[in-house]
């Protein structure tokens, strides 16, 4: 089996936590092809391009012409550290959230935490005075706002489970979740601002989403079900597969035919030994079978 196939078998076999770090990993892949590519001839413009098709820009404008960014820029990521970072987080805090909460919460929290975390990030861009003058080139791209819902999410669903961290010895998620907050989305707020303010979204969304779970509301319920209807649509219909059975020879009819015999008469035998109620049902269930087709 080569790679391809592994990669495959485990995108069909393997969690949805799996799924979302391979698409991320996959786009990365896609975009880095893409810059060598415009490297090679001597045209950036073509990585710039790519990029922009699927950052979510800051412009009402701008996005009313490609609304799809609002989930494509979830999976893009330009540099490295940036998918690392952000994978290794998913998959951490993806894991506890998948020992207490199914599959479908997961891809929910993550697909809405980052919507959210783009309409903060729109909405900031669009009324606080201190990015008019940015807000008609901004564009923002990334994993970061869905990390943060989940981490947030599933913080706040288990706030005392623990992890132990090298150096710090055992410490509560919830802990961490501030930390993480705190250091990604408050500190030196005047670089990358929209980032954090992306941030701030996916984690306010992270918070709601435990806060009405616990009240036994599922606010990801109804995006589920969008979900499972795109995906009926896009599944392919299996093929009606007609097998025809090959029929047995005389020689195989006859040995079936002495082996059924043979254990009805064992059947039988055991009800001269140990009566009736001495059988077992499915033994039970064969001498009836038997009777039926004598009557």
Request: proline share 2%.
């Amino acid at each position: 089996m080569g790679i391809w196939d592994d990669i495959k078998e485990t995108l069909r076999t393997g969690s949805n936590l799996t799924r979302l770090i391979y698409i991320n990993i996959a786009v990365f892949i896609v975009i880095t092809i893409v810059a060598v590519i415009g490297f090679l001839l001597n045209n950036n413009g073509i990585s710039e391009q790519a990029l922009n098709l699927l950052s979510v820009p800051s412009s009402f404008k701008a996005l009313l012409l490609k609304p799809w960014t609002l989930i494509s820029y979830m999976f893009v990521h330009k540099d490295i550290w940036h998918i690392l970072f952000n994978m290794l987080w998913l998959y951490w805090f993806g894991k506890i959230f998948l020992e207490y909460l199914d599959q479908r919460k997961l891809v929910a929290v993550y697909l809405l935490g980052g919507i959210s975390g783009a309409l903060v990030y729109i909405l900031s861009f669009n009324i606080f005075p201190v990015f008019s003058g940015v807000v008609s080139e901004s564009a923002a791209i990334g994993a970061s706002a869905s990390v943060m819902a989940i981490v947030i999410a599933i913080a706040a669903y288990v706030p005392d489970y623990t992890v132990q961290l090298f150096l710090f010895g055992r410490i509560k998620i919830k802990y961490m979740a501030l930390a993480i907050f705190i250091f990604t989305s408050v500190m030196d707020f005047s670089i990358n601002s929209g980032g954090k303010l992306a941030h701030i979204g996916g984690a306010c969304f992270g918070y709601l989403y435990t806060l009405n779970l616990r009240q036994g509301r599922d606010i990801g319920r109804g995006f589920n079900k969008v979900i499972d209807f795109l995906a009926t649509i896009f599944k392919p219909e299996k093929k009606l597969k007609v097998t025809h059975k090959k029929a047995a020879t005389e020689y195989e009819y006859n040995a079936i035919k002495t082996e059924h015999q043979t254990r009805v008469n064992r059947i039988l035998d055991k009800i001269s030994k140990g009566g009736y109620d001495s059988l077992t049902k499915e033994e039970k269930e064969t001498l009836f079978n038997e009777s039926q087709k004598k009557n």
